[in-house]
């Protein structure tokens, strides 16, 4: 079946600002011992809340913060906690233009000030330096040529643990180095004489708590919160069945109280077939069984949320993602796809959370040859899978991401499961060739730890 056309969300940490969400997303950035995401932004939403500016020309276009002004001597945005101490933080980091050869675009961590922090750059001379900044005073803890060029994205880590501070480029480590100059402090998007672009901005810290204690802490009888637990093997039964002859269209919200709807299609993989249910930008579908035949499942026109969404046999595919920016799906679980379950087809990203997966071929692929190109990315939360072939396929020449945490498979014991296979899209009307799989802290973005086999 050829590849039908299908990249930040944006969540962050709990208490960055109004508008902020709690970030549950996997970084799986290598082999580092940082494993909670505790801050996420993908600008996927337009804006750049929770952000502090100190200089430059910033703004949020496309789903990417830019600073476009190569005269400014020195622009930064900050974000995140004081008290952060370590952790890791990684970048998707453009250079879009360098004044001078001692131009930098780069990110940094624990930001103590808008002038004292560890900052990992990219220069205008084609390296990139792990920098300790106080000030005026610049002292380099190592640096390595990588050709760093403008228009290209590369992404950039800083792990900071005690005093030991690492500086990677595109997963791989350029630079090491002990240093005590700043113990805690916040994350930054850095620019100094240069104009460039920053997205998917994560942090990752398995002790990023305060320096301080709270002011406020909950009673020694209050249990401690709990994880969202797996989802569960069973799987609903409808409270009742509605053939459907047309294509529902959905706008606002439509609740189908774990109804079943049935009858569009021939529950085969002809691309002819119409959907079962079509929503506008801004829709939600929640609590809907949607039964055999179900022609071509859901289309997401624009942003969409689908919640509690049940497919008891999938035929072409479950859902579409085709417009939009950010598409959420929480909860629900499908089975029986042949071929795929999730196709992304616009561009931005796809939030797939607390949802399981039976019997199918690939759970999430990211379009690999579409009358247009976009980079698209998939973010997996809790997800089970069973007797399904692969999690994400994804085209990494365009620079496609798959992040996964708490990802668990189940009745597999040869790990036969292939988490993350990466191809090479091409045009329309050719076909997208494999040609790698697995972490590689770049495009596949998961750890060890965040994969369980039972």
Wanted: aromatic share 8%.
């Amino acid at each position: 079946m050829r590849t039908r056309p299908v990249r930040h969300r944006r969540s962050r940490m709990l208490a960055v600002g109004a508008g902020a969400a709690v970030a549950v997303l996997a970084a799986g950035m290598g082999g580092s011992a940082f494993a909670a995401t505790v801050f996420s932004d993908t600008f996927a939403d337009g804006d750049a809340s929770g952000w502090s500016k100190s200089g430059g020309t910033w703004a949020v276009s496309g789903g990417v913060f830019s600073q476009s002004s190569a005269s400014s001597e020195l622009a930064h945005q900050f974000a995140g906690q004081t008290g952060w101490t370590d952790y890791q933080v990684q970048a998707r980091v453009r250079p879009d233009g360098f004044g001078s050869s001692t131009g930098l675009v780069g990110v940094a961590a624990r930001s103590s000030s808008s002038t004292k922090m560890y900052r990992l750059a990219l220069l205008g001379s084609g390296r990139a330096e792990l920098q300790a900044v106080n000030g005026s005073q610049i002292t380099a803890l190592g640096s390595a040529s990588v050709g760093a060029s403008a228009g290209t994205w590369y992404t950039l880590r800083i792990e900071a643990t005690g005093s030991t501070i690492r500086g990677f480029v595109n997963g791989t480590q350029i630079a090491s180095g002990s240093n005590s100059l700043v113990s805690a402090g916040r994350i930054g998007l850095v620019t100094a004489y240069a104009r460039g672009s920053f997205d998917d901005v994560t942090v990752d810290s398995s002790v990023a708590t305060p320096t301080t204690p709270p002011t406020t802490s909950p009673p020694p009888s209050t249990p401690p919160p709990t994880t969202t637990p797996p989802p569960s093997g069973s799987w609903p039964t409808p409270t009742a069945s509605q053939k459907v002859d047309a294509t529902i269209a959905v706008s606002g919200t439509f609740d189908g109280g774990l109804k079943r709807y049935y009858g569009i299609g021939d529950g085969g993989q002809s691309e002819s077939q119409d959907p079962m249910f079509v929503l506008a930008a801004g829709a939600t579908l929640r609590n809907v069984i949607i039964g055999a035949p179900a022609g071509d499942g859901v289309h997401c026109e624009g942003n969409c949320t689908l919640v509690n969404v049940w497919w008891e046999d999938v035929a072409e595919d479950a859902a579409t993602f085709r417009g939009g920016t950010t598409y959420t799906v929480d909860g629900g679980g499908a089975r029986s796809a042949s071929d795929k379950v999730f196709q992304h087809n616009g561009p931005g990203t796809v939030h797939i959370r607390n949802f399981r997966v039976e019997n199918s071929g690939k759970f999430y692929r990211a379009c690999g040859n579409c009358s247009t190109s976009y980079q698209r990315h998939v973010v997996m939360d809790n997800v089970t899978a069973t007797s399904t072939k692969v999690l994400a396929g994804i085209n990494t020449n365009w620079g496609d991401t798959a992040r996964f945490t708490r990802i668990t498979i189940l009745n597999d014991p040869d790990r036969d499961t292939r988490i993350c296979v990466k191809y090479k899209g091409v045009p329309k009307g050719s076909e997208p060739t494999e040609i790698g799989e697995g972490a590689d802290g770049v495009n596949c973005l998961y750890s060890e730890s965040d994969i369980t086999w039972r």
